[in-house]
């Protein structure tokens, strides 16, 4: 029962939001707050009880829900779900305190705002939980609502004609997973019993053909949500419409149900298939690295820009996942985890930097260290952790990504890796123009941090520092999932070439 | 133990960032006091490590594990053998006399607190570089260090050439990381293994292949920390740190770090000769390189600047040359961070004195203004140039020496060039010193030149012993080729043929060192016009230039990655946002279908995604009928 407690704790607390008085947006605020703190407490509890040792799912729960259709509620856990789950939770209070007034100037009421943000939290345990293909599908899907009317209501410019952009780009991939899904529910019902549990899925028998099919239609739907290039153009106009909240949710959680679903999915139900796509799959990671790295480097926005350099990251997650090595996988979800905080620290930033100065445009900005220094050293240590600087987190989890790779797919790697260099470039650049030479017209006045801003930015950069340098209990939680993972779709490490003759 | 020697300065470095203004009083005075501790430190590991026989000297430590996913295993481990130890009393050392110098140096700038966190910042990077007992934790440490120099570099950043200085610099570094980087890859994927020990115990079983893909990329790594050919670019424009930096990042210690690496992965090298040749080569190339800019340079600090670039040449010149050149390589290094990190702060003295005048055509007569600083950089000029019995003597001249008895064409061709160097380089530090201490005063009419306060003073004196007495020292007895023997020479112990006695060598040398000298006196000692002449030859003007390395960088690499950057940029909104929006439209039926989902109707959207449900929950209705 632990984990569906947890689940439902957001939405246990929009219920309360909902009651609450229109009028009082400071106690709805609270109330949020408290909510997204009481859900983060909840789930360090239950990660506490997780057993590394164990290889199978954990807080497993099942109850029949449309017996009929064979639907059940399946919850479980694995390390790759649990420290997903971490993350969102952590990041969900993080969210709710960086951007206490984000609210009050959309189209609907800060009320409203909280109740989506709550039922979006739900949503977002919810689909790393299922275990069940069915209750994934409904989550996968529902999650897209909440998201679109906080950028739709809630964002900046553009935002209705991102939203929908956002929205479209979605469902189309849904569409093709829905397809697949129907498909595999037809064949499991030939082969022993109508059912959507993915353990019993992944006993299928198919032919090549439709097992490539039904592959993509899985792997397209995710490689939209965890933009791959060539679909990821939706990914700048939602992060620049957004506010940074949603943006910080959008990027640091919802992506991250595409690279999930690549290994729970895709190279659960799909071992073959999987095998037959990975040399296209590399080569688009691959150029997404390169290609949203400099795309990065070309951006006058700094939210595009963001946007651009977590393509060039989501291209390393997917590279990691592909390469079926220990640590290309273990590496792939901790880089899941640590992209979810340097990316939150980033957009978090960022909005308040855009909010003082009244435009996101690098331009506009210019010698912000010496006016706003805290804003300012924030900012840069973000940026640091985007780069994936040695000793800050992301640096643990690009290297093994890379390592992993190179003992499998050398080229792939040493392609990949220069993409270390322009990303030097694309958070130096606009490190410069914004932090550094003399204080241009308009940030003369600029304000630093406040008390309620220092709050919510200091956890994460202590989770990057901490992080990088004692991934350890992270990656403890991953690995045997990991491994799991890779053993099932019938790999095992490549060994070190000095010891292959002697085997 | 060994962990403190970088949680000292960690610790400062922490606390002045932290602490921010509530730190200034007294910020500079715990970050001297953190950096001196740790030398002292170091000095206690070192008597205890002189105490015990030679094959227990070497230490490690595990700190805890830090990476460990499959067969991929990183511990936090540190190890202090006879190399490290070197290196250790070097950073602390020199580190430490640096921090007292610009506790004065750096006296009146508003951000002297910030300077001091980036100083200990430094340090504790640096010592983490020289300490780890793995390829990672060297990165880490190889990193830290490019970081502290890059916010070094840039600490007057408000100046926007300074925060592109500092900028060009991280990224150059950048480039050279990733042959650190691929290095450590192929070392794990052939030999399971990224940790020094396992490496050396693992190397002899790999193949020639690996070995030298493996040595190329160390070079590559060193060529960017180092400022070796061809990622030279940075060093000049580093020069925009306050003095004190350039005398212990950007001479002494940081860029250095290239020969640390190559001399430590004398394991790799000594089995791959091919990527040992082209560290020697590599050297070669880089020592003449500087040379010939440090000619054509006005301004003080960047003609000490292509200095070192030739120097770090010498040095990685010797450790191309194995197991016969480590431990000289290693010697010149330590003689250098005397003699050069002694010229720099004496450089930071006279532009004390001089209002940061760094042009020497508008200095001239400085050494009545300022004995003592005259006298300190003249001794460690006497050293650079090699006159006996100064430091340089003793450590270029074996450098020669080893590489001229290579034997062949190798060997004349890599000696002559560092004999050539030798030659090149007392012709532009004579100038320096005859541009900036003798000759008239060039002096503009605010200029009051005076000596530096003895806080400033004092270190320069610190190292000007060391530049006077170090080289002796070191080769009394063989001292330093003995102490490092057990860690870089435990391959090969045939003796080297010797083609070249030493009095040859040093007579030759000698010659060419007095040419260069009097050339310089005889050019500079008249009346030297206080602008840079223009009517000097195509040849002046491109080593005024750098040899042109930025215009060929440019040319070769930023513009046309400028232009694809753009046209990328161009792409993405046409050519593959257009693609996907026709095929969505196509897909959605009509483009009436489009504008009116997009009409503001949201309901309809979320109808869509009911519909998707409800859709699959009728098929399974329909399927299992």
Not at chain 1, 287 to 315: C, D, E, M
Not at chain 2, 483 to 509: F, K, R
Not at chain 2, 522 to 541: L, M, Q
Request: glycine share 10%; hydrophobic share 55%.
């Amino acid at each position: 029962m632990t984990l569906t407690i947890i689940g439902l704790l957001p939405l246990l607390g929009a219920l309360v939001i909902s009651a609450l008085p229109k009028a009082n947006d400071k106690l709805i605020k609270q109330a949020a707050l408290a909510t997204t703190i009481f859900v983060a407490l909840g789930s360090y509890l239950m990660a506490a009880r997780f057993d590394r040792a164990e290889i199978g799912l954990q807080f497993y729960e099942s109850y029949n829900w449309i017996s009929s259709f064979g639907i059940k509620y399946s919850v479980g856990l694995d390390g790759i779900a649990l420290v997903l789950i971490l993350m969102s939770v952590t990041l969900a209070p993080i969210v709710v305190v960086a951007g206490w007034n984000e609210a009050d100037t959309g189209r609907w009421s800060v009320k409203t705002f909280y109740i989506l943000l709550l039922v979006l939290e739900t949503m977002m345990i919810g689909v790393f939980a299922a275990t069940d293909v069915f209750l994934f599908y409904v989550f996968f899907e529902a999650m897209l609502i909440p998201v679109y009317f906080l950028i739709g209501g809630y964002g900046t410019g553009e935002r209705a004609a991102a939203a929908v952009k956002f929205l479209l780009y979605s469902l189309f991939g849904g569409l093709l997973m829905l397809a697949s899904i129907i498909a595999l529910y037809v064949m499991s019902g030939d082969q022993g019993g109508h059912t959507f549990d993915i353990g019993a899925l992944s006993q299928l028998q198919m032919s090549k053909t439709t097992q490539n099919w039904l592959f993509l239609g899985f792997f397209i739907a995710f490689a939209i949500k965890a933009p791959l290039w060539p679909l990821h153009t939706w990914l700048p106009d939602a992060a620049d419409s957004a506010t940074p909240g949603t943006s910080v949710l959008l990027l640091g959680v919802l992506d991250k149900v595409g690279t999930f679903g690549m290994i729970r999915y895709c190279l659960n139900l799909f071992p073959d298939a999987s095998k037959t796509f990975t040399p296209i799959i590399l080569v688009l990671s691959v150029i997404s690295i390169i290609y949203g790295a400099f795309l990065a480097i070309g951006q006058r926005n700094i939210k595009r820009l963001i946007a651009f350099t977590s393509i060039s990251h989501f291209g390393f997650i997917t590279m990691g996942i592909f390469a079926m090595t220990t640590q290309g996988h273990s590496g792939a979800t901790l880089y899941m985890v640590n992209h979810g905080f340097s990316t939150a620290a980033l957009f978090l930033v960022a909005g308040w930097m855009i909010s003082r100065r009244k435009s996101s445009t690098i331009a506009d900005f210019g010698g912000l260290q010496r006016v706003t220094p805290i804003m300012a050293w924030s900012f840069f240590i973000a940026g640091m952790s985007s780069l994936a600087l040695p000793g800050l987190s992301s640096f643990v989890s690009e290297f093994l990504v890379l390592v992993g790779t190179f003992t499998r797919y050398p080229w792939h790697a040493v392609i990949a890796t220069f993409g270390i260099v322009l990303a030097a470039l694309y958070i130096l650049i606009p490190v410069q123009r914004a932090l550094h030479g003399p204080t241009t017209p308009g940030n003369e006045s600029l304000t630093d941090l406040n008390l309620r801003e220092k709050i919510a930015i200091a956890p994460v950069i202590a989770i990057i520092v901490a992080l990088g340098f004692f991934p350890s209990p992270l990656l403890n939680i991953i690995n045997p999932a990991a491994q799991a993972t890779i053993q099932a779709a019938g790999f095992s490490d490549p060994v070190a070439k000095i010891e292959q003759g002697n085997n | 133990m060994i962990g403190y020697l970088i949680g000292l300065p960690l610790l400062g470095a922490t606390l002045l960032l932290l602490g921010g203004r509530r730190t200034d009083k007294w910020g500079h005075l715990l970050a001297t006091a953190l950096s001196a501790s740790s030398f002292a430190l170091g000095a206690k590991l070192f008597f205890e490590m002189l105490a015990r026989p030679t094959e227990e000297r070497a230490i490690s430590q595990k700190l805890f594990t830090w990476i460990h996913v499959g067969g991929f295993q990183v511990d936090a481990g540190l190890l202090l053998d006879q190399l490290s130890i070197c290196f250790v009393l070097l950073i602390t050392g020199v580190g430490t006399l640096i921090h007292i110098y610009s506790i004065s140096y750096m006296s009146h700038d508003h951000d002297r607190r910030r300077f001091f966190a980036y100083l200990n910042l430094f340090i504790a990077a640096m010592l983490l570089l020289v300490l780890g007992d793995s390829y990672l934790n060297l990165y880490v440490g190889w990193e830290g260090v490019g970081l502290a120099s890059y916010l070094l570099i840039g600490f007057w950043n408000q100046k926007p050439t300074y925060a592109t200085a500092a900028k060009k610099a991280f990224v150059m570094n950048r480039i050279g990381d990733m042959g650190l980087s691929f290095a450590i890859m192929i070392s794990f994927a052939t030999l399971g293994a990224v940790s020094f020990k396992d490496v050396a115990e693992r190397a002899p079983a790999a193949s020639n292949a690996a070995l030298t893909a493996m040595g190329i990329m160390l070079l590559v790594a060193a060529t960017g920390k180092s400022a070796q050919f061809p990622l030279q670019a940075w060093l000049g424009d580093a020069m925009a740190g306050p003095t004190p930096v350039s005398a212990l990042i950007h001479a002494a210690t940081m860029v250095t770090a290239g020969v640390y690496l190559i001399t430590r992965s004398n394991f790799i090298f000594d089995l791959a000769p091919d990527a040992q040749l082209a560290v020697a080569v590599v050297g070669a190339i880089t020592l003449l390189f500087g040379a010939l800019v440090g000619t054509a340079k006005d301004d003080i600090k960047k003609a000490l600047a292509a200095s070192t670039m030739s120097q770090i040449g010498y040095m990685i010149l010797g450790a191309g040359l194995g197991p016969v050149g480590y431990a000289f390589a290693i010697m010149h290094l330590l003689t250098h961070g005397f003699f050069k990190a002694g010229m720099f702060l004496g450089a930071g003295s006279v532009m004390h004195g001089m209002n940061d005048e760094v042009n020497m055509r508008k200095y001239g007569a400085l050494r009545a203004a300022m004995p003592i600083t005259a006298i300190t950089f003249g001794l460690g000029y006497l050293a650079i140039i090699g006159i006996p019995p100064f430091a340089g003597f003793y450590s270029k001249d074996k450098l020669i020496e080893v590489a001229l008895n290579a034997g062949g064409v190798k060997g004349l061709l890599l000696g002559g060039a560092a004999l050539i160097g030798a030659g090149i380089t007392a012709f532009y530090m004579t100038r320096v010193v005859v541009l900036t201490f003798t000759g008239k005063a060039r002096w503009d009419h605010e200029a009051h030149p005076h000596e530096s306060p003895a806080l400033m003073w004092i270190p320069m004196a610190l190292l000007a012993v060391g530049s006077v007495a170090s080289g002796y020292l070191f080769t009394r007895g063989d001292a330093l080729v003995n102490w490092l023997t057990p860690v870089v020479a435990h391959h090969h112990t045939e003796h080297h043929e010797e083609l070249y006695s030493p009095l040859t060598i040093s007579v030759v040398a000698l010659s060419l060192v007095a040419i260069g000298v009097l050339t310089a006196i005889f050019k500079y000692r008249g009346d030297v016009s206080n602008t840079a002449p223009e009517n000097v030859s195509i040849f002046t003007r491109i080593a005024r230039r750098d040899l042109l390395q930025d215009a060929v960088n440019e040319a070769v690499f930023m513009r046309p990655g400028q232009a694809l950057t753009e046209t990328l940029v161009k792409v993405d909104k046409s050519a593959i946002d257009g693609t996907v929006r026709a095929v969505g439209l196509s897909a959605l039926g009509s483009a009436q279908g489009l504008r009116k989902l997009q009409s503001g109707y949201v309901r309809s959207y979320a109808a869509v995604i009911l519909a998707g449900v409800v859709s699959l929950l009728l098929v399974i209705w329909v399927v299992t009928q």
